[in-house]
């Protein structure tokens, strides 16, 4: 099959195919016939098969011409990396018409966004809390959207967009498409599937949670201190023999934790950065930048960016600590063997990962291997200490204020001399509702003042 018979415009088929296109991936043949007639869709694929293009196309042909100020087809994604690269794709293909995108997301200045949105688009691609910021200050007009996509829906749902989704929902237009997107399923999302879409194309081209094929996936048994010591062995010898590496996306669980490892790999010689979300827009995206341009060799990350990051050829993944949700693994190792070419994921397990690896692979349905792990040196420096999470609320008690002498701040310190061995007295940082910052829960959705960060 060929993208022409698909039923698509010349003019997209054109940008199709400056893209060096010309066979569409299981996904892209299931899901564009079946947005294109209008029905409601539910589509699963393993990541990196090319679902963008998958709705992109259709709804592009389903648009036609520019039409007013008010956008017509809005993307919902979860991360800023995946909703960029959603826009970038939108662009490509719709350069042969004069449809308009417009992307938005927290972490940069609101004023160029709100601008956009005057100047009119048809495509808007949105993360949820920046959107519902501007639609409460007037500036974001949804009330024309006939087609909404909700783009890796289940890790939406695990940052706690829940809520806002459902506020966006009820903020658009009766009767309009609506598409669902995702490499994994949970049942929750299949419960949303259940409430938003009507009698939707159900489009699965593999089984729910599996990996891709060409993904090489091993482990290696290593103790948690001496993790650092093995990576950059395999930075300098390989994970089987075949030689240095030169491009790698290591994965953390903690923003400390990635800032604290690229630091130690610099320290060995290792050309390393870090991106979380923390960072600033500008240096996640000058980060990954140079990591597509083999500026730098590793590049250290949470799970910010196991979703949206499409690095042509990367050749591994390496999971430095593994996650604690089971398809978040499925994510991670995806960044590689990406449209049609091979990876490798490398797992490193401490005894206390053992139980999140079975559960990777009950998840899976296959089991990782588990290589001899090679002999190494210990020479890496441990460097600046990771602070880690504060303790859990409950186990938080207000310190007692001592009678503050005269001169003294609100802490109880006295101005010149408020050394970090008095800052250290202070109240810890308060934890999110998992117990600690960041964590994850269905329950609760993201703050105002947080949400825009994403």
Not at 83 to 104: E, M, N
Not at 117 to 128: E, F, H, K, N
Not at 353 to 358: D, F, Y
Not at 374 to 394: I, L
């Amino acid at each position: 099959m060929q993208f022409s018979d698909l039923g698509l415009e010349p003019g997209l088929l054109r940008a199709v195919a400056d893209k060096g296109y010309d066979t569409p991936t299981p996904i892209q043949a299931k899901a564009i016939p079946a947005v294109l007639s209008g029905r409601d869709v539910l589509a699963g694929a393993q990541t990196g098969t090319g679902k963008t293009a998958g709705f992109v196309l259709p709804l592009l042909q389903l648009l036609g011409s520019a039409q007013g100020r008010a956008p017509r087809v809005l993307v919902l994604s979860p991360t800023r990396e995946l909703t960029a690269q959603i826009a970038d794709s939108a662009r490509a293909y719709g350069r042969y018409t004069d449809l308009r995108t417009l992307v938005i997301f927290g972490g940069v200045s609101e004023r160029p966004q709100m601008d956009g949105l005057r100047q009119g688009c048809d495509l808007l691609v949105a993360t949820p809390g920046r959107l519902i910021d501007l639609v409460e200050q007037g500036a974001a007009d949804l009330s024309q959207v006939k087609h909404l996509v909700l783009d890796e829906a289940d890790r939406m749902l695990d940052m706690g967009f829940i809520h806002a989704i459902k506020r966006i929902v009820r903020m658009l237009p009766a009767q309009r498409q609506n598409l669902m997107f995702s490499a994994t399923y949970s049942d929750d999302i299949r419960e949303l599937a259940a409430r938003m879409l009507r009698d939707p194309v159900s489009v699965e081209v593999a089984p729910r949670n599996t990996t891709a094929e060409r993904v090489e996936q091993v482990a290696f048994r290593v103790a948690k201190e001496d993790k650092r010591h093995l990576l950059v062995h395999l930075f300098d010898a390989g994970a089987s023999g075949e030689g240095s590496w030169h491009q790698a996306l290591v994965f953390t669980r903690t923003k400390h934790g990635a800032n604290r490892l690229a630091q130690q790999l610099e320290g060995a010689g290792i050309r390393a950065a870090a991106i979380h979300g923390n960072k600033s827009q500008a240096a996640r995206v000058r980060a990954l930048e140079d990591f597509k341009g083999g500026r730098i060799a590793a590049l250290v990350a949470t799970e910010v960016a196991s979703r949206g990051l499409d690095i042509k050829e990367l050749p591994q993944v390496v999971n430095y600590e593994l996650p604690n949700v089971p398809e978040d693994y499925v994510h991670r190792i995806g960044r590689t063997a990406r449209a049609g070419s091979t990876g490798r994921a490398v797992s490193l397990v401490a005894p206390d990962e053992a139980g999140l690896l079975r559960d990777i692979e009950r998840t899976m349905r296959q089991t990782v291997p588990v290589l001899p792990t090679p002999a190494f040196e210990r020479k890496v420096p441990a460097g600046a200490p990771d602070r880690g999470p504060p303790p859990p609320r409950q186990q938080q008690r207000a310190p007692q204020r001592p009678q503050q002498p005269r001169g003294s701040d609100a802490r109880g310190v006295s101005r010149p001399s408020a050394s970090p061995a008095n800052r250290a007295g202070s109240a810890p940082r308060p934890a999110g509702p998992g117990g600690h910052p960041g964590s994850r829960s269905r329950r609760f959705g993201p703050s105002r003042r947080s949400r825009s960060a994403f």
